[in-house]
């Protein structure tokens, strides 16, 4: 009997291990994002819809759309001076972290 409970908190404590290591720094990946839209100073306004990520920029060629790609967009479509990006669930904590740069 305790020959399972042991093996169980071991499995426990192993799977724990490995969902940390595979969890990513959120705040180091938004500053990133945020250098490569080109800087907060690029940013003029942006706006958050479920998945997607819309931002205003004031020149869009500072913007390293491949870079961002890597980073994890799914998409990315450019119209004038905004770029809309399909991220998943991690639009809404770049918006957060976005306004509270300003």
């Not at 942006?46 to 890597?70: P, Y």
């Not at 770029?83 to 740069?101: F, N, R, T, V, W």
């Amino acid at each position: 009997m305790w020959q399972y409970i042991i093996v169980g908190v071991v499995i426990l404590i192993i799977l724990l291990a490995v969902l940390k290591a595979g969890k990513k720094d959120v705040h180091l990946e938004l500053n990133k994002l945020v250098e490569y839209l080109g800087g907060k100073d690029n940013i003029v306004s942006s706006e958050s819809n479920l998945s997607r990520f819309k931002v205003t920029l004031k020149d869009v060629t500072k913007a390293n759309k491949e870079a961002i790609t890597k980073l994890g967009a799914k998409g990315i479509v450019e119209i004038d001076n905004e770029l809309k990006i399909i991220l998943g669930p991690e639009s809404k904590q770049l918006k957060k972290y976005i306004d509270s740069m300003k």
